[in-house]
């Protein structure tokens, strides 16, 4: 495949754009080749501006969960598009949107519309601290929950311990109050509550994490989450902005018998346009401003436009639920296609699915926390999606990253990319 003008349009947003891109796994830092500049999505498929065509498994990083370019969503945009962009005022849509949330989620009661889901996350917070009066936080070592300066704090490995920033220009004093414990073990959340003496506003936590690729919690774990916020009088945050109307219509809590006391959301819920979103009983949302002393606000917050977007993608969703057995036998396709590809290959590998979320590892090991997921070999996942971009996959560019099915992916788009896999496989190891 020929990429000359994804590489010239590269050095030209070098020029003008922090290494050339807005957001920085799309630099295909861990991986081999320039990201090729996309022209257009059409469904299962990317277009890029040299022309090539790819299977897309990324999906906008999984909100487009009807695919590319989807008619009855662009058709809800162009219609809201005509009675203007943003008002700043409350608008019908909200409550609509709303109220399908609402009804879906029976943890959630009241839920409040931001524009992403780094601000969806950093917003919950910051509920959870104006609700229980606490300053502690507890996140897990793996799991991302956006960039805003107190969850930016990653991989501390071995015991509970007080989060360093993982960035430069994050104060350690706003980092402080960040404990971390391993996804999985429950013995070191015993710890970080004793080490804190009981005194953290909440728990945050992926319910099926797919930021080091995907790893879900075990159930066990997340029930021993649940009675030792209880215990302490602690807000557990189910973050399902990846997770949320994909794993099930429910996200994780389709899944798990576990109730979260707060959500966020994002992604799915905005179908491609900037949503994110957090909720809760309404005991906990009155807190939030105007109602309650917790302030938070935004001039886009609601927007007209990807309410209308995120509307349509639900309405869709709610109408057709079965679409998630659909979508999980095809990650499921896809994933045992790769496994037997690895195999043949005598290459390690273990693979996961949940829903419409699918992640692999070149790994011998099973993962079940970001020190495993450390593990995998990702000098031969470098390769491997080099392979499959030059046979016209779309892989996540990063080991780190679950991969998205959507509806507009069909079996034969699966079977070609479980071929293409079979061929990388059998040329990196020849
Ligand atoms: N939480 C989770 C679980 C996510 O996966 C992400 C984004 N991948 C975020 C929060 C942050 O969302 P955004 O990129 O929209 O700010």
Redesign the pocket.
Known sequence: MAYDKSIAAFEEAYKVIPGGVD?PVRAFNGVEGTPPFIQKGEGGYLFDIDGNRYIDFVQS??PLIFGHADADIQNAVMEAVKNGLSFGAPTLVETELATEITTLFDTIDKVRFVS??????MSAIRLARGFTGRDNILKFTG?????SDSLLVQAGSGLATFGAPSSPGVPADLTKHTLLATYNDIEEVKQCFADAKGDIACVII?PI???MGLVPATEDFLQELRAICDAHGTLLIF?????GFRASLKGAQGITTVKPDMV?L??VIGAGM?V?AFGARAEIMAHLSPEGPVYQAGTLSGNPVAMAAGLASLKKLKANPSIYVELGNKAKRLMDGFQKAANAAEIPMVTDVRGSMFGFFFSEIPVRNFTDAQQNDTSMFAKFHKGMLDRGVYLACSSFEAGFISTATTNEMIDEAIKAAYETLKELTA
């Open positions: 957001s990083w999984g992403s889901g780094t601000e969806a996350v799991c991302y929950h956006g960039h992926e994490a797919g930021n973050d399902e902005v990846m997770s966020t994002g992604k900037p994110g």
